[in-house]
């Protein structure tokens, strides 16, 4: 089924929530992992609320959750997305991946 989402739409790139790293600072922060579209692994440190689910100190670990994206392009049925909440490096710039676009999900509101 083709996917109906692209270029400019925020969506939800599924994870794994391995760890919770500490309680500071407040709400907490936890180790991400990935994997791209060619299988390559990546990781992201980041608060809690910045990913997807109910993620706690309390929580088993590891366990799934989502990482709020935005879609840069699609080419074929891969999407070139960006963390543009999560930025790092001497330039401040977005984490960009490219990845499956069937995996993508739109991003869900309360």
Not at 17 to 32: F, I, K, M, N, R
Not at 67 to 93: F, K, M, R, Y
Request: hydrophobic content about 35%.
């Amino acid at each position: 089924m083709k996917s109906s989402m692209g270029k400019g739409d925020g969506c939800e790139l599924p994870a794994t929530a391995v760890c919770w790293l500490t309680d500071e600072p407040q709400p907490g922060v936890v180790l991400v992992e990935l994997a791209d579209a060619y299988g390559l692994p990546h990781q992201l440190v980041g608060k809690s609320v910045y990913f997807g689910g109910d993620l706690q100190p309390t929580s088993t670990y590891p366990r799934p959750t989502s990482v709020q994206c935005t879609i840069e392009d699609v080419n074929d049925d891969i999407a070139t997305v960006s963390t543009q909440w999560l930025i790092g490096g001497p330039d401040n710039t977005p984490f960009v991946f490219n990845v499956r676009l069937d995996i993508l999900s739109p991003v869900t509101t309360a």
